[in-house]
C-alpha cells in the first residue's frame, strides 16, 4: 500500500520546522481528504455529518500544532481526531456509545449514493466501533496500537476485538449474497 | 490478527490480487483467513466504489483561512486574559483599600469639621461626594470592561 510519506516528499519546505504551511498543508488534504471522507462516510452513515467532521478533523490537527516530518504519523493522528469527533458526536446524540440503527433505510440514507452499495448495507448493519476498526485495519493499513490508539481501547484486547468484527463482518456479507471480485495482479 | 501467521499475506493477496497457489490453498482451509479475504475483497471493493463518486471535497483554502482566524482568535483570548486579570486585581485593590480606609476617612472628615469653619460644612458633603462619585464610577467602569474583554474574548 502506497504511503503518504512516499507521495509527500519530506524535505518540503512547509514541512521544515515539522508544521505544516498552507502549501504543505494542501499537499496533506489532497492526498488525504477523500480517504478520510470514505472512512467518515462508513462509520456515520451520513454525508453531509461525514464532510462536517472531515472539516473538524483537518482544523483540529492544524490547530493541533502537531511537529512531524512523518507524514504517515500525521496522517494517523489525523485519523484520530475523527475517530474522536465521531465518538463525541454519537455521545452527544445519545448518553451511551451505542450503534446507529441496523439499516440505512432507517436513516434515511436509501437514496444516497454511499449507502446503496451492498458493502455499505453490510457495514451499516454493524456497530460504529465495529465498522471504525475494520476500516482502520482493512483499508488503511493500522497497526493494532493505532488502532487501539485511536478507539481508546487497550491494545491487548484489540486482537480479538477486530477478531469478531471480522466475523460479523464476514456472516452480514454471506447474509447479503455479497460476492466480492477477486483481485487480479496487473 | 485471525492469530494465523498467513494474514498479513492474505490481507495483501486480497487487496492487489497477489495470490499464490500456496497462499490460495491456505485461505481455502484457513476459516479466519477465508473470513479475512472476503472481508478485505468487500472493503477495497468498496473503497473504490467510493472513489468513483466524484462529489467535490471542501476547498482547503476555507479550512486553512478559519484555522488561521481560530489561532488570531486564541492568541489574541491569550493575550487579553493577561488584561482581564489585572483589571480585576485592579478592583479588588480598589475595593480593599475602599474598605480599610473607608473608618479613617470618616473619622478624618469628621475631624476636619472641626477645624474647618461653619460656613465650610455647609459644603462638605458636596466636597465628599465629587471624589466618592468619582471612586465609585472609576469602580463600575473598570468591572464593566473586565467582562466585555472576557466575553468578546471567549465569543
Redesign the interface.
Known sequence: ?ATVASAVPAAHAGLASGVMD?AA??AF??LT??RL??YL??SLAD?SLA?DL??EA??RL??SGLKTDDEDHRKAYLFRIATNLIRDHFRRRRPEYEMPPDLPGDLGFQNN??AR?D??R??NGLATRDRQM??L???EGSS?QEIAKALGLKTASL?SM??RA??R??DR?RELG?R??????? | ???CRYETDV?T???????TEALRDHAASCL?CA??A??????????E???L?D?P??D??I??I??RL??RQ?RSFQATRVITWVQRLTIVCVAAVAIFFGPGLRELISGLRTLLPTAALADLPLLISGPSAVLGLTFVVMALMALWNERSAVS
Open positions: 500500500m498552507e498543508f494542501q488534504y489532497t481528504a477523500r471522507r470514505a462516510i462508513r454525508r464532510d472531515m472539516q483537518y482544523l492544524l490547530r449514493f454511499e452499495t458493502v455499505a453490510a457495514m475494520l476500516w485495519a482493512y483499508v493494532h486482537k477486530l477478531s471480522r466475523h463482518m464476514a456479507i455479497i466480492p471480485l477477486e483481485r487480479s495482479e496487473s | 490478527m485471525s492469530g490481507v493477496a486480497a487487496r492487489d490480487g497477489s495470490w479466519g473470513e479475512t472476503l472481508v478485505v475483497a468487500a472493503l477495497t471493493q468498496d473503497v466504489a467510493l472513489a463518486d462529489t471535497l471542501p482547503p483554502k479550512i486553512w478559519r484555522s481560530k489561532l486564541e
